[in-house]
């Protein structure tokens, strides 16, 4: 049994108001599978991205600096650019729709237009219902389908798609954050990359958990799976600095 | 089956400008923090050359691993929304059933229509809940994506292949990104019916920054 939005109900509950609200408005504008996906992204490109800079930036007591400087420029554009990539994606699906209502619109014969119409709800969860109640509900939709209106000439992102782009950027930028915070409090820039890299292993051990858990897939095995991603990013991280070196 | 068809089969096409969207951008900016860093001279255009190719294809595997594992979360989801209508759920319910059918064409149906379709879903025969597994399709919608993100390396990494100093080679492959993403978006918005040449400018202007910012950190 599925107890997901309960518990991630009282975790919300037991915020101060800003983050509830930041965490309401992610939840209420991505779905559970994307924000399991940008809060992975965002993990990822934190940890590969430090290991990189560990390898190439200066190697003196600036180096602190130089890394929080080039791990907030990298993430804000990657929270943005992966926003907007997002947002775009929602717009193109869009229009991707209007092209296939304005082909069902000149279609006359009612077999192929139901057909277009099943195919389309295939990529639903309907398809999961019985033969009769599918067919039901594609004459449903040939019937209540707008039968004439005007083109769409113009596509332009929605509020929502514009929520999405924030939503997303937010997510990328949690596990900043949080794996930030070594490199404000340790003395050297190994020691607090390698506790931030520490912290990013276990961030991906309980993503991966969480996927396979509200995947209803062995949680174990996820944790597991992206454990072992998590491993091969960091250690590409530092053999491409071994190769430098 | 040819390529085309394969990546047909399992990706959508505004999942493909994604994915190449994605491809492009991780090639740039990876290359472009490891030029930081790198010899100048031939070694570290060999360097350049294996970072772009490693950093694409951990990308390309983790990318479509996650769209698959997100798709199954939300698959799921859309199970208990079902079960939560047909076990008697008020509006709510019916709200979250008919939020997961909004990017279909039930989402261009009227109000009154769309409750039509809530009242077949809460008294249908029966329902068959997912049942998630990495099968073969899964596997072969993950290579698909892969193999779009890997395909994006060659063209940004050529001059890594050509050149000899990583400077001249760095500057090259971001201006071949620049054009990319410009092409990009020009398609991407075309297909969305968004303006083209806006978007074209904008995704450009994206590498450019990269490669300012690659500049000034002192890469290039």
């Not at chain 1, 599918?134 to 019937?143: F, G």
């Not at chain 1, 070594?182 to 506790?195: K, N, V």
């Not at chain 2, 990318?63 to 759920?89: Q, S």
Request: charged content about 20%.
């Amino acid at each position: 049994m599925m107890k997901g939005p309960a518990i991630a109900k009282n975790t919300v509950d037991g915020l101060s108001i800003a983050p509830k609200k930041v965490f309401n408005f992610i939840g209420e504008t991505l779905s559970l599978g994307d924000r399991l996906s940008e809060l992975l992204y965002g993990v990822l490109m934190v940890s590969a991205i430090s290991g990189l800079v560990v390898v190439v930036g200066p190697r003196d007591e600036s180096g602190i600096e130089y890394m929080l400087v080039v791990l907030f420029i990298s993430i804000i554009m990657w929270g943005l650019l992966d926003g907007i990539s997002y947002a775009l994606l929602g717009a193109a699906n869009r229009a991707e729709r209007e092209t296939l209502l304005e082909s069902l619109q000149e279609e006359k014969d009612l077999q192929k237009r139901r057909a277009a119409i099943e195919e389309d709800l295939g990529d639903t969860f309907l398809a999961r219902l019985d033969d009769e109640s599918r067919s039901r509900i594609v004459e449903l939709v040939d019937q209540g389908l707008p039968k004439e209106g005007e083109k769409m000439r113009r596509n332009r992102l929605t509020t929502y798609e514009k929520k999405v782009v924030v939503a997303a950027f937010l997510l990328d930028f949690i596990p900043l954050l949080i794996l930030v915070v070594p490199y404000l409090y340790a003395d050297s820039l190994a020691t607090a990359a390698l506790i931030s890299h520490t912290i990013a292993l276990v961030m991906f051990i309980f993503i991966g958990f969480f996927y396979a858990k509200y995947a209803n897939l062995n949680k174990w095995k996820g944790a597991f799976a992206a454990g072992l991603i998590g491993l091969i990013v960091i250690v590409f991280s530092d053999v491409t600095g071994l190769v430098l070196i | 089956m040819s390529y085309r068809q394969f990546l047909g089969s399992y990706t959508s096409a505004s999942e493909r400008y994604a994915e190449v969207f994605y491809g492009i951008l991780m090639v740039t900016g990876c290359t472009g923090l490891v030029a930081l860093g790198v010899p100048k001279e031939e070694a570290g255009v060999l360097i350049m050359f294996y970072t772009a190719l490693i950093v694409n294809i951990l990308w390309g595997l983790i990318d479509g691993f996650t769209v698959i594992y997100g798709t199954m979360v939300d698959d799921v989801a859309e199970d208990l929304a079902v079960k939560n209508l047909r076990a008697d759920g008020g509006d709510e319910a019916a709200e979250d059933v008919l939020d997961n059918l909004d990017g279909s064409l039930v989402g261009k149906m009227k109000e009154e229509d769309k409750a039509e379709v809530v009242k077949v879903i809460r008294s249908a025969k029966s329902y068959m809940p997912v049942v998630n597994r990495i099968g073969l399709s899964e596997i072969k919608r993950i290579l698909a994506i892969f193999s779009l993100d890997f395909i994006c390396v060659f063209p940004v990494a050529i001059p890594y292949l050509l050149a000899d100093d990583v400077t001249v080679a760095a500057r090259w492959s971001f201006v071949i990104a620049t054009f990319l993403m410009a092409f990009l978006g020009y398609r991407w918005a075309k297909y969305a019916r968004m303006r083209r040449w806006w978007i074209a400018i904008a995704f450009g202007s994206f590498t450019i920054f990269l490669l300012i910012l690659s500049f000034l950190l002192g890469g290039i």
